[in-house]
Nanobody, 122 residues
Framework: QVHLVESGGGLVQAGDSLRLSCAAS????????MGWFRQAPGKEREFVAA????????YYADSVQGRFTISGDNSKNTVYLQMNSLKPDDTAVYYC???????????????WGQGTQVTVSS
């Protein structure tokens, strides 16, 4: 059973940066789509970014394009989400997921982490 553990969340001010990590076990990140999703209170879970092929392909939501960067370290079996120029609208619980298929569809992912809170103050 795939096990994913996120870390790196916190409380920051608008314009600051954070790097989230997702440590994977019982799977090899290069073989799967690895995605980041987020969910704000009262809202549906939404796609943020995805990576596959060990980093050969990356995908981003329009709302984070140019500010967030997803990457993977196969030697550590860890996926990262570097978040720059954070905005209050980025406030959410961020989840890491692994799976296949449609990279922006939460239902295409079969394993999820527990989530890490990101709060951006104005």
């Amino acid at each position: 059973q795939v096990h994913l553990v996120e870390s790196g969340g916190g409380l920051v001010q608008a314009g600051d940066s954070l790097r989230l990590s997702c440590a994977a076990s019982r799977c090899t990140i290069g073989y799967y789509f690895m995605g980041w999703f987020r969910q704000a209170p009262g809202k549906e879970r939404e796609f943020v970014a995805a990576i596959r092929g060990g980093g050969s392909y990356t995908y981003y939501a329009d709302s984070v394009q140019g500010r967030f960067t997803i990457s993977g370290d196969n030697s550590k079996n860890t996926v990262y989400l570097q978040m720059n120029s954070l905005k209050p609208d980025d406030t959410a619980v961020y989840y890491c997921a692994s799976g296949g298929g449609n990279y922006d569809d939460p239902q295409a992912y079969s394993a999820w982490g527990q989530g890490t809170q990101v709060t951006v103050s104005s």
